[in-house]
């Protein structure tokens, strides 16, 4: 009956069907599969405790970078504001 919907909504999965994905490993490898939602491309993580030591410090470096160094703040004595007088007045 096509008023079905309109008194409540139908008993099913968001996604009633699978759709094609592409699935990489951590080597790099590909295969193609069916999933549940609509993607085209799904990584897998990396393991971290798998890699050289060298190369997972990177890593964190790189996902947690260093906060940023203070600047240094302009002070006003060495300039002559005279120089700039012309430009205040209306």
Do not use: C
């Not at 994905?21 to 951590?26: F, N, R």
Request: charged share 35%.
């Amino acid at each position: 009956n096509s008023n079905r919907a309109a008194i409540g909504h139908l008993q099913r999965q968001r996604y009633g069907r699978l759709y094609p994905l592409l699935l990489v490993s951590t080597d790099g490898s590909t295969v193609r599969l069916r999933y549940g939602e609509p993607k085209r491309i799904l990584m897998m993580p990396l393991d971290s405790n798998t890699l050289p030591e060298a190369e997972r410090k990177a890593r964190l470096r790189r996902q947690f970078p260093s906060k940023p160094k203070a600047k240094k703040e302009e002070t006003f004595e060495g300039i002559d504001l005279d120089t700039y007088k012309k430009f205040w007045k209306k």
